[in-house]
């Protein structure tokens, strides 16, 4: 299949764990990003990344942090994890400079940490 | 950017004419899109609009742009069921990548 794909769906923990969530594209794209839904379905940038230039949102505690090993995957580690980090989290990726930029979503990652 | 927002809630019933509406903040925007979420999936891109338009229609779905008020309103017409999802006005910001989207509206079709 084709698109952007995230592992795994679903993802329950502990208080004080640390977990990833893989993000993986095929579409060629060269920027990803990582947005958060929260409760309230109130949907925030976290991060873009295109191999050269990381960009952070400066809201986004430093115990998030992404990780590319290439082009085609983001994934999110988070550290220490707190209740208030439970949300969907969505992967996301383009092509910069292509027509009005559209960005592709994965199918989001439900976060409960309990 | 940060600013977009939006009402939260719309009901219509099916076969009448849904219109969302979107306030933004920012006036360097080079284009604002409308994404919709339908439940438990991700965002899938509707349509789209570059900010020297004042409109643009495609099928069903009417976009109406108003930068001297940034206001973006997206017109569904004919509303059917499957139409009931969330919908997110998003704006990308000359210069940057990434997108800022407004508070969502969660759009109920009654049959």
């Known amino acids: 299949d084709t698109a952007v794909s995230q592992t795994p769906k679903y993802l329950v923990t502990q208080m004080g764990n640390d977990k990833s969530i893989k993000c993986e594209q095929n579409l060629g794209h060269d920027t990803m990003y990582w947005y958060k839904q929260d409760s309230k379905k109130f949907l925030k940038i976290m991060f873009s990344y295109n191999n050269k230039e990381l960009i952070i949102n400066e809201t986004v505690p430093n115990r998030f942090s992404p990780k590319s090993p290439d082009k085609a995957h983001l994934n999110l580690h988070i550290n220490s994890l707190e209740l208030g980090d439970s949300a969907v989290y969505f992967c996301?990726?383009?092509?910069?400079?292509?027509?009005?930029?559209?960005?592709?979503f994965g199918p989001g990652t439900r976060l409960t940490v309990l | 950017g940060e600013d977009v927002e939006q009402s939260l809630f719309l009901s219509v019933r099916e076969g009448d004419s849904s219109v969302i509406n979107c306030t933004y903040t920012d006036s360097s925007s080079t284009y604002l899109y409308w994404y919709k979420q339908e439940p438990g999936a991700g965002l899938q891109l509707l349509t789209y609009?570059?900010?020297?338009?004042d409109m643009k229609q495609d099928q069903r779905l009417t976009v109406l742009l108003n930068k001297k008020d940034k206001h973006l309103s997206l017109r569904i017409a004919d509303t059917q069921t499957g139409d009931s999802a969330i919908y997110f006005c998003?704006?990308?910001?000359?210069?940057?990548?990434?997108?800022?989207f407004g508070t969502g509206t969660r759009l109920t079709v009654i049959p």
């Open positions: 996301a990726s383009n092509l910069r400079g292509t027509d009005y930029n559209e960005q592709f």
């Open positions: 609009i570059f900010s020297n338009m």
């Open positions: 998003a704006e990308n910001l000359a210069g940057a990548n990434n997108l800022f």
